[in-house]
């Protein structure tokens, strides 16, 4: 019982782990009543219970079990987090629970796995319960039947995935068991319920007996749909919803969820299927060859039994099927024939799209063969043909049935016909559009009249299916002429014919054209409405070009008809051509006569050939009256001709007479039924009169009236010809000038251009410049309307003809033809027959490129060519290849049939010769040129071949397949590519390169598409393991494409698709898909879909047929890009309207107004944008040898959003000259657009990149100036470049200083010169230094030359990564073969020398002795000299730094006199209101402060007191700190404030004074500021070094210069010190400077005030204090451990360094015992491991005995008392913290400090004096004169503490004087050496000002020592800063220096410590104006008196008074 109370007590979900079994069902049963409280399901309650749910179906005792199930189900059913349990508690309950013996328990496990599929885990239950059929356990098999049978029942097929569960069927009925064959048969009853007879075919090969059963369990079942019962929880609303509507009696829902779901589940698919092709018999191709014919049967028997299986495995089936095809067209035994089209059958049946490729092949074969006429064979032959066009689409097979419809064989017309109304069945609206119905219906149209019945009447079904398939309106345009008998036998037929796709389809097409699309002005109408899905194929592609198919070809989707309906002409023309024609023949002169007579007056005709011109005259206005009184019908047109013809006939000499006759035939052709009978009776004679100059106009004018009677093509071609057989030029240049203007009046449609083509090379031939220009002026015209492949007939002109060609076209380019006049109104039929033909989007003007005649080429690929190709040795093949290239090349365009090549050519795609796998590829490319759209029936045999050549590890292979690739889709569209596993299986392929070329491939195509097939879904599971993928460019590119994926697919299905990932992979990729979806772009709205190629990227060479789009749908323009830049700027809603890829040779007039705009569009965060896009790898890092095409394009894309248009397509033109224009654009627009320009300006300096791989040198000239005007405009707008701008345009820059024109190096050089100015030398060396590593010696010598300038101009500090380094790299060019390298390299050194001094030697290390001597000699030379490095460096630094604007090209190179007036003007720049004017710019003045200009501030400051108001008064120049000006950026980016302050501690290290104070200045304006203190933090450290740093320039380099002026110094030490007081009173910062950091900041300060030069300086002792205070600062401040490590280091360097001088290591001791006195403190805060591991190594370097050695008995005394103070503060303890020491022995720190701790053991109390802190003498005895001692007690306190210092002293030096002999000294003795020194020191200054001695010589005149305060100062700055105009006010707001510097009261006895707080406000108001002050000396000037001590001892004695001042200073 003890143990019951025990877990009793225990929590529930501990209960539930319990060993014991009574605990764990307690804890089931109190988990349960838990379960059914939790009303949130997202409670964390639920998350506690995650992982004991399996506990709970799978306990060992039957009993908790059942508990356990309850509860588990109740879990599921309510906890959010359940779907996370599923796969382990589903693999319980089939494991655990299914082989229970209680039916609950059973029930129970069923229940949770079916509540598993409601909370949407349906997939992995499944798959859980199909591993269970694996089970040994026959019970475990049959409960898993049960679930999923119930799972079907309730849940429905949509839910449950019937394919895996039919797939094991046939297993589980060969079961042993007989419960689990009777679980199987009621499972395939309930499948059957769901899907019906697709279950028949998996089973078929089930015991018969079963299957009997089977049939008699199915057809018992009720007949209706079924429905699931139980929905997901996604879709309870809809069950509540079907609910609702079943109580009111409505069944609709039912109704359109059975219509989703009937025919969901295709038999076909749940086959497996089957590899035929290896088990086909091994000599099959040589049995299919054989003579006997009982030998070619078998091996067909072969092949047909293996076609029979229902499903055939994929697989390359070309030889087979040509096999095939060859005995069915070939073999002469019918019965063969008809075997082997049953095998072509079985192929097609198993294959289905897979089959596709090769049905373009056996079509025509199939077809052709019905001239037999034995019923089994013909019977054969229809299945096959029948089988093979559901493979297909009957757009691909088009062009082979038209071609036999011809056939003059009747059975062959009567087959053909009867297959298209079979095909016809199988089509809706959308897949039948006007374009492919209208030569179908013309070929039946013949045969409706053709002699045979049968023929007609299988036309007539053709045309009936037709009518019923896209309704009366579309077909009744083609039927015009079709007399009613022939259209009632069409209706009657429509009628009879019975739909695959049900009777909705015709209604449904009447509907859609009812209403034309919106948006689609040229463009819309059925065919316009079509269905991407089904005929997407030219979707991108023939908008852009035109190569052409004949007049039957392949609609063209989405080609817009030419404007304003020259479409609409060119299809009416046509179809007066096909329906109107006015056929009459040629009658003879006498019914001429006789008819003529009929109607014309009697002495009309007498007076024809009257020799009296006036006569004919006169009769010829009879005439004329005559004609126009005359009406249409009755008017004989061919007799009237006849009779204008008759003698004199065209011969008539009289002009008169002649003008009147050509109206006549003109009015004739207009009133009259024309015929072209009668149109060739007059041509002739009006091609004649044409050049006349009296007549020619009216000669054009009957000609154009011919052409509207007859049609235009037809006497075109009439005219031409006839033009070109006589000789007359005039005639001949006046037709050609006719034509041009009637192909612009009646548009282009029908127009032979070929023909024309030969006789206008015949006038560009022709000798008569007349002919030649009007034939250049016709080919422009016509190049309005068939676009760019006009040229390619004309590319073997001479060049000068074709430039002139060329320019002609450039004339036209962005013009759209103007639309049809004429040819219109005669032919149409209707007015609704017009309005239909106008909104066909396939037909007329769109064709123009079927309008130039294709060649067949099928021939000339001969057997030989195919084995050439295919040829062992390479050249052979190269030979083929070529051969194959010369046949295209000269075709120009082809016709879809090209026999054995695709073969051949898929054949060399994986040759082992890359040379030819490229030429290939380069074939390929020509071929779909040149056979346009038709080339997509090849697609899958050839194209998706290309697409594996995207494997290829080659990157131009690479390359070159892309470019094949999208040459073909944009003469396909997408969806050839995208139906069937093609493109799934090729994903699939592990090959990195292949994969992330394709899915880049598919990321550009995707966007661009309205709908996809849905075999997309294919690509999916594939997608998914590309994100996996070890390549990092696989995975981007498959991130990437993810959103264009989800487009299409919708993120349901996607997400559906996770469910056979691993969960790891799952949720990895579940959180990309719902990152996609925030991404996801919209797709493109329908009316860019027509025209969406418009902004194709389609090549120059086919785009013109777009422009008439341009206008007339304007938003054609602008869809392509949305997607596009959804990519790159991650957001689709922000894509503007007029971004984008658009066709770049076209500038539309519309266009041209724009370029008024700005060029630069300022898009919010779009650079951050795009850094943050290439940072995450979402687009190409800019880092290329040679740009490729990808960067050009990714370019173009960043820059469609914020440059303009039409800059854009210059700057992205491919001839130089645009770019030239370009640029000259953007040098206009820097100034008016600076926002924009930086902005953009990471994208322009990209470009810029672009323009140095030119070749052309005026772009790179140009380029170059560009370049130095935005580098002076970025320094004047204080902008810094960004790491990203800088690394994507500087090396690409460097490569340029190596140019071999001089010129250009300028230029180069001095950009970089600028470059510094925006961004830090520091971070230019590096790449510099890059630029020595090029192979171009004059790169490299340029590259080290800049080193050297910037190491003169900036000192050491710029040499990256150290100074060591980077003079080694530049060492190793000493030794270098070029001759100017070599003295490049030496010069640069020999510049550091000049800096840096012999140091260079030890930074250089090891040099050869030739390159050594090599060095020395340079620098002696460079000694004798010496001027010239320093005035050089002087002089050029104001020009780098202020001159900005100065325009000089090469400053260093500048006449020296020019430098010098320069440096003057800096100098004085006060005095020059241009120099301040240049300064404010550039540094951006507060206005406050500097209301009006200093110019007379020279002036007048030497009258005041010399050397002194310098100081005070010069800062008033200095600028507001230029972090300021960093804005707009530094405010928007806090990413660039980082950059700003390195950049600006990169400057505070210059060489240059000027700069170093100008950046002090701007750090001290941030750290005076609260606010903008924190930005420091993280840049301590760099900012100390890059002090201390200064400080060793100014210790070794400036102070040596005698050049420099030393107040200039001082200015910069005063800055320094400044800056560094700052810092240190901010606490949080000065805990940031580490250990080293400190170490030698300390050391430069401390060498500081031991520089004995400083004596010189008169503000010496000034700097001095500063410094003084400065040190105690950093003591108190910094971290206590770091300092005290510091310290302790560099007292061990300095007594190690010989050289180091004894003060050195005093003062630094002075430091140590200063620390010692803090640490009662401080010991808490501080690492005493640190500290003790740094006295055990100075203990070790330096034993006791070396210690005593020493001269001074300091360190010793230093280390004994400091560790003593930490004894005594940590007692015992102490000894706790020598955990970092390694070895204790290799030291005495242990030792010594168990001495001490038992020394202070033994003496509890006292301490032994010895080791106290100075060494004083014990006290122990007190003083016997108690009253004296207390007023003395009193005092000293006074002195101790801070606010009395000075009144305690005053006090003392009273009491002395009263009491000479008074001892103080047990007072002094007690205290520190430092406290004993203070008031030794302040009683002597109150002594000496009693005295009146205290002048202070210094800082002023003023020998009063009592008005001496820092008011004193701030009154005379008042004064001079009223005197310069300068306001006050602000000058009492400024926060002082320290709090030092505001005493609350002013004591009338001025201390040193008074005047120290004088000076230093006084520095602090200079620094705060000015910077500009130096401190470098060692002077200890407190008082005049005190700079006579000059004892030996007097330096350490003037320290010690230092310190204790600085002490008596301390807060």
Request: glycine fraction near 6%; hydrophobic fraction near 35%; include cysteine.
């Amino acid at each position: 019982m003890g143990d019951d109370s025990e877990w009793m007590k225990l929590p529930v979900d501990q209960k539930c782990e319990h060993k014991l079994w009574k605990a764990r069902l307690s804890g089931y049963e109190e988990a349960l009543k838990i379960f059914q409280k939790i009303k949130d399901e997202k409670s964390p309650e639920w998350s506690k219970y995650l992982g004991l749910i399996k506990k709970f179906v799978t306990d060992s005792n039957a009993v908790v079990q059942l508990k356990g199930l309850e509860a588990a189900l109740i879990y599921v059913e309510n906890a959010h987090v359940a779907g996370k349990t599923t796969g382990e508690v589903v693999s319980g309950v089939v494991s655990k629970v299914f082989n229970q013996p209680k039916a609950k328990a059973k029930e129970l496990g069923i229940e949770i796995c079916l509540m598993y599929i409601e909370i949407e885990k349906g997939e992995a239950v499944q798959e859980e319960l199909l591993k269970g059929l694996d089970n040994k356990n026959p019970k475990i098999i049959v409960a898993c039947i049960e679930t999923l049978r119930k799972a079907l029942s309730e849940f429905g097929s949509k839910i449950i995935l019937l394919k895996p569960i039919i797939k094991v069927l046939p297993k589980l009925f060969e079961s042993r068991e007989k419960a689990v064959r009777d679980e199987a048969k009621l499972i395939a009853v309930e499948i059957y319920r769901w899907i019906r007879d697709a279950l028949r075919p998996p089973l078929q090969n089930i015991n018969s007996v079963q299957l009997k059963e089977l049939e008699e369990e199915w057809v018992k079942l009720p007949t209706g749909a079924p429905k699931p019962t139980r929905f997901l929880r996604s879709q309870q609303e809809l069950e509540a919803k079907l609910e609702q509507q079943q109580s009111a009696g409505g069944d609709a829902e039912g109704g359109g969820d059975d219509g989703d779901e009937v025919p969901q589940i295709d038999a076909y698919e749940l086959l497996e299927a089957v590899e035929i092709l290896s088990k086909l018999p091994k000599d099959f191709y040589d049995k299919i060859e054989a003579k006997k014919w009982q030998e070619r049967k078998e091996a067909l028997e072969a092949v047909e039994v293996l076609v029979k299986n229902p499903k055939l495995e994929a697989g390359d089936y070309a030889d087979l099927v040509k096999a095939l095809k060859k005995v069915v067209g070939k073999d002469t035994n019918v019965m063969l024939v008809a075997l082997a089209a049953k095998c072509l059958t079985g192929l097609a049946v198993g294959l289905r799209k897979k089959f596709g490729q090769y049905a373009g092949h056996v079509v025509p074969t199939i077809l052709e063969k019905f001239k037999e006429k034995k019923p089994q064979v013909v019977q054969a032959l229809q299945e096959a043909i029948d089988a093979i066009f559901l493979t297909t689409t009957l757009q691909n097979i088009s062009e082979d049935v038209l071609a036999v419809m011809d056939n003059k064989n009747p059975t062959i017309k009567q087959q053909t016909s009867l297959f298209i109304a079979r095909s016809f069945r199988h089509c809706t609206a959308s897949t039948l559009p006007k374009s492919l119905l209208k030569p179908f219906c013309a070929a039946l149209l013949k045969h409706i009249n053709d002699s045979a019945l049968e023929v007609r009447d299988a036309a007539f079904e053709a045309l009936g299916t037709a009518l019923k398939v896209v309704g009366e309106k579309a077909v009744n345009p083609f039927l015009a002429d079709v007399d009613k008998l022939k259209l009632d036998k069409i209706k009657e037929c429509s009628e009879k014919v019975e739909l695959v796709h049900g009777k909705k389809a015709g209604l449904a097409a009447d509907k859609k054209e009812s209403k034309p699309v919106p948006g689609r002005s040229a463009a819309s109408g059925a065919a316009g409405d079509k269905d991407v899905k089904d005929t997407s194929a030219p979707k991108p592609g023939p908008l852009k070009k035109a190569p052409a198919t004949k007049a039957g070809g392949p609609p063209k989707k989405g080609k817009p008809a030419a404007p304003g309906g020259a479409g609409s002409t060119g299809t009416k023309n046509k179809k007066g051509l096909d329906t109107k024609e006015i056929v009459e023949p040629e009658l003879s002169i006498e019914v001429c006569e006789e008819k003529a007579s009929a109607v014309l007056p009697p002495t009309c005709i007498q007076l024809l050939d009257s020799s009296n011109w006036k006569e004919r005259l006169a009769c010829m206005e009879e005439f004329q009256k005559a004609v126009e009184l005359m009406d249409r019908n009755e008017m004989p047109c061919q007799a009237l001709v006849r009779m204008l013809a008759k003698k004199p006939g065209w011969k008539e000499t009289n002009f008169q007479v002649m003008q009147m006759k050509l109206h006549i035939v003109a009015l004739i052709a207009q009133k009259g039924n024309f015929s072209k009978t009668s149109a060739q009776i007059v041509l002739d004679g009006l091609v004649d009169k044409i050049g006349d100059v009296k007549c020619g106009n009216n000669a054009k004018e009957a000609m154009t009236a011919i052409a509207e009677a007859s049609m235009l093509p037809w006497t075109a071609e009439q005219v031409m010809s006839m033009a070109f057989s006589q000789k007359n030029p005039k005639n001949q240049s006046e037709t050609l000038n006719w034509l041009s203007n009637a192909i612009k009046e009646f548009g282009f449609s029908g127009l032979n251009v070929k023909a024309f083509i030969s006789n206008v090379k015949t006038a560009l031939a022709a000798t008569n410049p007349a002919v030649r220009t009007s034939a250049i002026t016709l080919l422009g015209v016509m190049y309005l309307y068939v676009g760019p492949s006009l040229r390619m007939f004309f590319e073997d002109e001479k060049p000068a003809l074709l430039s002139q060609i060329d320019a002609e076209f450039e004339k036209m380019q962005g013009q759209s033809p103007p639309a049809p006049t004429r040819g219109i109104s005669k032919h149409s039929a209707s007015a609704t027959d017009e309005g239909e033909d106008g909104e066909e989007p396939d037909e007329g003007g769109n064709d123009v490129v079927d309008l130039l005649p294709r060649a067949e080429i099928s021939d000339k690929i001969t057997s030989e060519l195919v084995s050439k190709i295919g040829d062992k040795n390479w050249k052979i093949r190269k030979e083929g290849l070529d051969e194959v290239a010369s046949i295209i090349n000269e075709a120009k365009f082809i016709q879809p049939n090209i026999g054995e090549l695709p073969t051949a050519l898929k054949g060399r795609l994986n040759d082992s010769n890359k040379i030819l796998v490229q030429q290939t590829l380069n074939i390929l490319q020509q071929l779909a040129a040149a056979m346009g759209p038709n080339i997509k029936q090849h697609v899958k045999n050839l194209g998706i071949p290309i697409i594996t050549v995207l494997g290829d590890s080659k990157n131009n292979v690479r390359a070159a397949a892309l470019a094949t690739v999208n040459a073909w889709a944009e003469q396909t569209g997408m969806k050839e590519w995208l139906e069937g596993e093609d493109l799934s299986e090729e994903l699939k392929k592990e090959n990195p390169f292949l994969r992330q070329e394709l899915l880049g491939w598919l990321a550009e195509k995707l966007p661009t598409l309205r709908s996809t097939p849905t075999d997309l879904i294919l690509c999916v599971p594939h997608l998914y393991s590309c994100l996996e993928d070890r390549n990092g460019d696989v995975r981007k590119k498959a991130q990437d494409a993810l959103p264009f994926f989800m487009m299409h697919l919708g993120y349901e299905k996607m997400a559906k698709a996770t469910g056979k990932l691993k969960p790891t992979s799952k949720d990895q990729v579940l959180a990309m898909l719902d990152k996609a979806k925030a991404n996801m772009p919209a797709k493109p709205a329908p009316a860019k879909a027509t025209s969406k190629p418009v902004g194709g990227s389609a090549p120059a060479k086919f785009q013109p047929v777009s422009a008439p789009v341009e206008e007339s749908v304007s938003s054609s323009v602008e869809p392509k890009p949305d997607p596009k830049k959804a990519k790159t700027l991650g957001a689709s809603s922000k894509a503007k309207n007029t971004q984008g890829k658009k066709v770049p040779s076209k500038t539309s007039l519309k266009e041209d107004d724009d370029k008024s705009g700005p060029i630069f569009i300022v898009l919010p965060n779009g650079k951050e944008q795009r850094m943050r896009d290439e940072k995450g790898l979402k687009v190409l890092k800019w880092n290329f040898t040679t740009p490729r095409d990808e960067y050009i394009e990714q370019l173009k894309i960043q820059m469609s959003s914020c440059v303009a248009k039409w800059l854009q397509d210059e700057m992205f033109h491919s001839d130089f000259q645009h770019h030239n224009k370009a640029l000259a654009v953007m040098v206009d627009h820097l100034e008016s657009e600076k926002e924009g320009v930086i902005g953009c300006l990471d994208l322009i300096l990209k470009w810029l990149t672009l323009r140095f791989f030119d070749t052309n040198t005026s772009v790179l000239m140009k380029t170059l100036e560009y370049l130095k005007l935005l580098f002076t405009l970025l320094s004047e707008e204080e902008y810094h470049l960004t790491e990203n701008e800088a690394s994507s345009f500087i090396p690409y820059l460097i490569l340029k200083v190596g140019e071999p024109k001089d010129v250009i190096r300028k230029d180069v050089r001095a950009i970089l010169n600028r470059m510094c100015l925006v961004y830090p030398a520091s971070k230019m060396f590096p790449f510099i230094m890059e630029g020595t590593k090029s192979k171009n010696s004059k790169q490299r010598a340029e590259c080290l030359e800049e080193l050297g300038c910037l190491v003169e101009s900036y000192g050491m500090n710029v040499c990256q990564p150290t100074p060591g380094k980077a003079l080694k790299e530049i060492a190793i060019h000493i030794g270098d073969r070029d001759n100017a390298v070599r003295n490049a390299a030496l010069n640069t050194i020999v510049t550091v020398y000049n800096v840096h001094g012999d140091q260079v030697f030890k930074l250089i290390g090891n040099l050869s002795e030739k390159d050594m001597s090599m060095l020395e000699e340079r620098i002696k030379r460079s000694a004798k000299r010496p001027s010239a490095a320093p005035i050089k460096q002087v002089e050029e630094k104001p020009q780098r730094t202020q001159n900005i604007s100065s325009n000089a090209n090469m400053l260093r190179k500048g006449p020296a006199e020019d430098m010098s007036s320069k440096l003057n003007q800096a100098r004085s720049m006060s005095g020059h209101p241009e120099a301040a004017q240049t300064v404010r710019r550039e540094f951006q003045l507060d206005l406050d402060e500097i209301e009006n200009d200093s110019g007379t501030v020279r002036c007048e400051m030497p009258e005041l007191v010399q050397h002194k108001l310098d100081d005070i008064f010069e800062p008033v120049l200095i600028p507001e700190p230029k972090i300021r000006a960093v804005s707009p950026h530094f405010d928007d980016m806090h990413s660039n404030t980082a950059s700003t302050i390195n950049f600006i501690i990169s400057q505070v290290a210059s060489g240059d004074i000027s700069t170093s104070i100008q950046a002090l200045t701007q750090i001290d304006e941030v750290l005076r500021q609260e606010d903008k203190a924190e930005a420091m933090s993280g840049h301590i450290d760099q900012f100390l070094i890059a002090t201390f740093m200064q400080l060793r320039l100014i210790y070794n380099t400036h102070m040596a210069d005698e050049k420099l002026e030393k107040d200039e110094i001082i200015k910069l030490y005063s800055c320094i010190i400044g800056n560094m007081i700052s810092l240190f009173q901010i606490e949080s910062l000065a805990r940031e400077a580490s250990t080293g950091v400190l170490k030698d900041l300390m050391h430069g300060l401390i060498t500081l005030m031991l520089d004995s030069r400083i004596e010189d300086l008169e503000e010496g002792q000034q700097v001095i204090r500063s410094v003084n205070l400065l040190v105690v600062k950093v003591l108190e401040k910094s971290d206590q451990t770091n300092i005290l490590s510091a310290l302790l280091v560099l007292l061990q360097d300095s007594l190690l360094a010989t050289a180091s001088s004894p003060k050195f290591s005093e003062l630094v001791m002075k430091c140590l015992w200063r620390m010692v006195r803090l640490l009662p403190d401080t010991i808490n805060s501080i690492n005493l491991d640190r500290i003790l591991l740094d006295i055990h190594i100075f203990m070790k370097v330096f034993p006791k005995e070396k210690l005593k050695q020493c001269k001074s008995e300091f360190p010793i005394r230093t280390l004994k008392t400091l560790l003593h103070t930490l004894c005594k503060l940590k007692g015992p303890k102490i000894l706790d913290h020598l955990t970092m020491i390694d070895n204790k022995n290799e030291s005495e720190l242990e030792a010594h400090l168990c001495r001490m701790m038992k020394h202070s053991m033994d003496q509890a109390g006292s301490k032994s004096d010895k080791e106290t802190e100075k060494g004083a003498s014990r006290i122990d005895e007190k003083s016997s004169k108690a009253k004296v001692n207390d007023f003395l007690a009193e005092i000293f306190k006074k002195i101790g503490s801070k606010e009395n210092t000075k009144e305690g002293l005053a006090e003392l030096y009273e009491y002395k004087k009263k009491y000479s002999d008074a001892d103080i000294e047990p007072f002094l003795k007690n205290s520190s050496q430092f406290f004993q020194n203070y008031v030794e020191r302040g009683l002597r200054m109150i002594e000496m000002e009693r005295e009146g001695k205290g002048h202070i010589s210094t800082s002023t005149g003023n020998t009063n020592g009592e008005e001496v305060g820092p008011s004193v100062y701030l009154e005379r700055l008042k004064i001079l800063r009223q005197r310069c105009g300068l306001d006050n006010t602000k000058q009492d707001d400024r926060p002082p220096l320290t709090s030092l510097l505001s005493k609350p009261a002013v004591p009338t006895v001025v201390s040193s410590t008074d005047m120290l707080h004088s000076k230093l406000s006084q520095l602090r108001e200079s620094r705060e104006q000015h910077q500009h002050s130096d401190l470098d000396s060692n002077q200890t000037h407190s008082s005049g008196t005190m700079t006579t001590s000059s004892s030996s001892t007097a330096n350490i004695d003037d320290l010690k008074k230092r310190l204790e001042r600085i002490k008596s200073s301390r807060k």
